[in-house]
C-alpha cells in the first residue's frame, strides 16, 4: 500500500476503469486473493462460524472489486469506523445508529421474524432500551415527569387463534415533547419508560405522552455520513413496545401517528403501514376513560391491539 500522505486531488473526476474492463490478468490476481483468504478459514471448527466469516469476505472483497475502491477511500472508511467507536459509550451506540440508518437492522428483524398469520410486524429496538424500567400499574403513567400532551394506550395482547394472553410483559419507552430520552440528559432520570402486565383478559392500559418527531443524534460520524448523502436524520413519530409472554414469540415493535409527514422517510426504514395508528385528539374537557383530570390540557388516545406468534414460528 502506498504511503503517500498527500490530499487527493479532487478537482478531477475519477477515471479508474469499472471491474468490468479490467484485464484479466489483474482479475485473477485479485480472484487468487479472495480465494486464499476463504482458504483460511476453512479448518474452523465451529461450522457457522466458517460459514459467516467465508460469506463476508466474499461480499467484502466483491465490493472493493466492484467499486475499485482507492487506497485514500479506504483510509477514510477505517476513520469513520475508528470515530464511531470513540463516540459509543454505556449511553450511546453509534454502530447500532449505522445498522440502523444502512437497513441492515430492520434486513436483520424481517429475516428473524418470519410473516406468521395475522402476528403484530415487528420493528427496529433503538439504542434507548434500559433493562430497569419502572414497574407501572394497569392505567399507570408511564411518562414520569417527561413533558409532553397526556396519551391514553389500550388494546389487548392475544396469540394468533385469537386466545387473550394474560401476564404478557408489556415494556414502553419514547421520547418527550424536546425529542429526547431519558438517556439523553445528563442526570439519573427515569421518565418516558416502564414496564407493565396485561390482565387476565389480555387487556392493558396506560398514560404516556403523544409521539413527536425527532432526529436520531447527528452529531457523529453517522450524522456526517447523512448530511453528505442529503439524508434527513428524522424519525417518524413512534412510541415503543416490547411485549413477551410464556411460549410465544417476543415482539419487538413500534406504534407510528398517522399524518405525521415522516413516515415515508423515516431515517431507520422503521415505519410498516400496519404499526400507523390514529392519535385520536381530544379537546381540554374531554372525561378520560380512567376519571384523570387533567384540568385545561388537550389529550391523545389510540388503540394498539397486540398479536404474538407461536415461539418457534
Known amino acids: 500500500m502506498s504511503t503517500d500522505t498527500s490530499e487527493p486531488d479532487t478537482s478531477q473526476p475519477d477515471t479508474r476503469e469499472p471491474a468490468s474492463v479490467v484485464s484479466a490478468e489483474q482479475q485473477a490476481r485479485e480472484a487468487e486473493l479472495t480465494a486464499r483468504v476463504l482458504a483460511s478459514f476453512d479448518g474452523t471448527a465451529d461450522p457457522r462460524l466458517r460459514q459467516l466469516m467465508q460469506a463476508a469476505v466474499r461480499h467484502l472483497h466483491a465490493f472493493l472489486r466492484e467499486v475499485r475502491l482507492s487506497e485514500d477511500e479506504w483510509q477514510r472508511g477505517i476513520e469513520f469506523l475508528t470515530a464511531a467507536g470513540h463516540i459509543t459509550d454505556e449511553r450511546r451506540q453509534e454502530f447500532i445508529l449505522l445498522s440502523d440508518t444502512l437497513g441492515a437492522?430492520?434486513?436483520?428483524?424481517?429475516?428473524?421474524?418470519?410473516?406468521?398469520?395475522?402476528?403484530?410486524?415487528?420493528?427496529?429496538?433503538?439504542?434507548?432500551?434500559v433493562e430497569d424500567a419502572p414497574l407501572v400499574q394497569l392505567g399507570g403513567d408511564i411518562a414520569g415527569g417527561a413533558k409532553g400532551q397526556p396519551c391514553w394506550v389500550e388494546g389487548t395482547?392475544?396469540?394468533?387463534?385469537?386466545k387473550p394472553v394474560p401476564g404478557a410483559r408489556i415494556e414502553v419507552w419514547e421520547a418527550d415533547e424536546d425529542g429526547r430520552y431519558d438517556l439523553q440528559y445528563d442526570d439519573d432520570r427515569r421518565a418516558g419508560r416502564g414496564h407493565l402486565?396485561?390482565?387476565?383478559?389480555?387487556?392493558?392500559?396506560?398514560?404516556?405522552?403523544?409521539?413527536?418527531?425527532?432526529?436520531?443524534?447527528y452529531d457523529g460520524p453517522v450524522g456526517k455520513m447523512l448530511e453528505a448523502t442529503g439524508r434527513s436524520p428524522m424519525?417518524?413519530?413512534?412510541?415503543?413496545?416490547?411485549?413477551?409472554?410464556?411460549?410465544?414469540?417476543t415482539l419487538v415493535t413500534h406504534i407510528f401517528v398517522r399524518g405525521d409527514d415522516r413516515l415515508e422517510s423515516d431515517s431507520v426504514f422503521g415505519v410498516k403501514e400496519s404499526l400507523v395508528r390514529d392519535f385520536a385528539g381530544q379537546a381540554a374537557g374531554t372525561p378520560t376513560p380512567d376519571g384523570r383530570d387533567l384540568g385545561e390540557m388537550t389529550w391523545s388516545r389510540v388503540r394498539f391491539d397486540i398479536v404474538l406468534a407461536p415461539g418457534g414460528a
Not at 429475516?111 to 415487528?122: F, S
Open 105 to 129: 437492522s430492520m434486513q436483520t428483524i424481517a429475516i428473524n421474524n418470519e410473516a406468521y398469520a395475522d402476528a403484530t410486524e415487528a420493528t427496529v429496538f433503538g439504542p434507548f432500551f
Open 235 to 249: 424519525r417518524a413519530s413512534h412510541l415503543h413496545f416490547m411485549v413477551s409472554a410464556e411460549g410465544l414469540r
Open 197 to 217: 402486565f396485561s390482565a387476565d383478559d389480555g387487556s392493558y392500559r396506560f398514560w404516556a405522552v403523544t409521539p413527536t418527531p425527532y432526529p436520531i443524534p
Open 157 to 162: 395482547v392475544v396469540d394468533t387463534g385469537g
